[in-house]
């Protein structure tokens, strides 16, 4: 029997909590096969299996906390790999003419040795279940041993569960098992539903709350006019996609401005260690992305050094992966200012909260047409866009943090300047 044990994962992460089984008890596995779906901090890992052989014991449950270097599954490397029907010669094929029909079993079977098949009322009060299907039943307020399973081994599956509640309610209404501490609430007749957050949620809200304990956080906001922007984008979009075969969009040109405001203002850029500022000499910019399991930040390395496709590409590489749930933990790593758009949205105007230790955060909006003043005696409709910067008081003053804001407007406005370097 050999343990499959949680391996190092990143510096910063220790734990992790089992997602879902992707191998169940007594199924073959073969060495580099993934076993386990982790959720940590920042990024879901699939654990693989350092040998081949019948998974025999799942030593947590799905929703369970484990650390690194703990024991989460046993396989036995002695168990063969179930032979394929066409292996089987003529002479081999089982007989089964002695064989009463309800005991007939086609069902393949390795060397591990399950446990005979039983009826449920033969179980006892140890009914086999596999992790799974334990929760489910816990959550339903149901009782193992009133289970019916199709299982011939007698194992009790999600879909028994699910079969078992479905069935039931058909017949009756099912009085599930009530939490004590939840009564108060159910006794109101208001429908309530528990739902238990997920360790990156866990993690997004303390660290948000660590922030805004942490940083003296304010907020400055400024509006764009985006016409030249858009009109410039709508002039090259068609030739920028056929030399670089990416779309054109405003996260490069918004990149680009705070890249080139940056280096005017050099303590946006920084963190404070101790009592001692560190100020980066390097641009790896943040893209805020939003998916299903909550907001993540991959990183555009070298913005600086990037052009406008390079950023472009980067940024759709890094959303397609956080979407899929494909990013790696050195996609999250370092970033040193982020860019926020709430604006896909529709959000108007917010204020983002700071990545800490990082001590800007730059959120883009909306962009609405809005009449605006040319001069003292013309007014047109122009699409405009407010934005905010977020930054931490205790490095950057209130000029200092305006003017950072003001250089990233005036580029945008005049976005020639940033294909001359800004």
């Known amino acids: 029997m050999s343990d499959i044990l949680i391996p190092e994962l990143a510096e910063s992460i220790s734990e992790g909590t089992i997602a879902k089984w992707l191998k169940n008890v007594g199924e073959y596995v073969e060495k580099g096969d993934y076993l386990v779906e982790l959720e940590t901090d920042k990024v879901n890992?699939?654990?693989?299996?350092d040998f081949a052989g019948i998974l025999t014991e799942q030593k947590f449950a799905e929703g369970d906390t484990v650390r690194?270097?703990?024991a989460i599954a046993t396989v036995n490397e002695r168990g063969e790999s179930p032979r394929p029907a066409t292996e089987f010669k003529?002479?081999?094929l089982p007989k089964t003419e002695n064989?009463?029909?309800s005991t007939k079993n086609d069902s393949t079977h390795s060397n591990f040795d399950f446990p005979p098949a039983r009826k449920r009322e033969e179980i006892g009060q140890h009914p086999i279940a596999s992790p799974a299907a334990r929760r489910l039943a816990r959550e339903k307020g149901l009782d193992l041993k009133d289970i019916q399973t199709r299982d011939p081994l007698g194992r009790i599956r999600k879909q028994d569960i699910t079969s078992f509640q479905t069935d039931k309610n058909q017949n009756h209404q099912a009085v599930p098992k009530v939490d004590p501490k939840r009564e108060s609430a159910l006794d109101s007749e208001k429908p309530i539903i528990y739902e238990r957050m997920s360790r990156r949620r866990q993690t997004i809200a303390k660290r948000?709350?660590?922030v805004q304990q942490t940083a003296a956080?304010?907020?400055t906001f400024n509006e764009i006019d985006m016409t030249a922007v858009m009109d410039l984008r709508k002039r090259r979009k068609d030739q920028f996609f056929e030399e670089h075969d990416v779309r054109l969009g405003f996260m490069s040109f918004f990149t680009k401005a705070v890249v080139a405001s940056l280096k005017k203002f050099p303590y946006l850029n920084a963190e404070i260690q101790g009592d001692?500022?560190?100020v980066k000499k390097y641009y790896d910019i943040g893209v805020a992305v939003s998916t299903e399991e909550g907001l993540v930040v991959p990183v555009v390395r070298g913005a600086d050094r990037k052009s406008f496709a390079e950023i472009e590409m980067d940024i759709l590489q890094l959303a397609d992966k956080a979407r899929t749930n494909?990013?790696?933990?050195?996609?999250?790593q370092g970033g040193t200012f982020t860019i926020t758009n709430g604006g896909v949205f529709g959000s108007l105007l917010s204020t983002p909260i700071l990545n800490g230790p990082q001590v800007g955060i730059l959120g883009m909006h909306k962009i609405q047409l809005r009449p605006v003043a040319i001069d003292k005696e013309k007014i047109e409709n122009r699409p405009m866009m407010y934005v905010a910067l977020s930054y931490d008081h205790r490095i950057v003053d209130g000029k200092g943090a305006v003017s950072f804001l003001s250089k990233i407007k005036d580029l945008l406005e005049d976005p020639e300047n940033l294909l001359l370097g800004g």
């Not at 890992?45 to 299996?49: D, F, H, L, N, P």
């Open 45 to 49: 890992i699939e654990i693989i299996s």
């Open 68 to 70: 690194v270097g703990e």
């Open 90 to 92: 003529h002479d081999e």
């Open 99 to 101: 064989i009463e029909p």
């Open 208 to 210: 948000l709350v660590e």
């Open 217 to 219: 956080m304010l907020t």
């Open 276 to 278: 001692e500022l560190l």
């Open 326 to 332: 494909k990013l790696a933990l050195k996609d999250l």
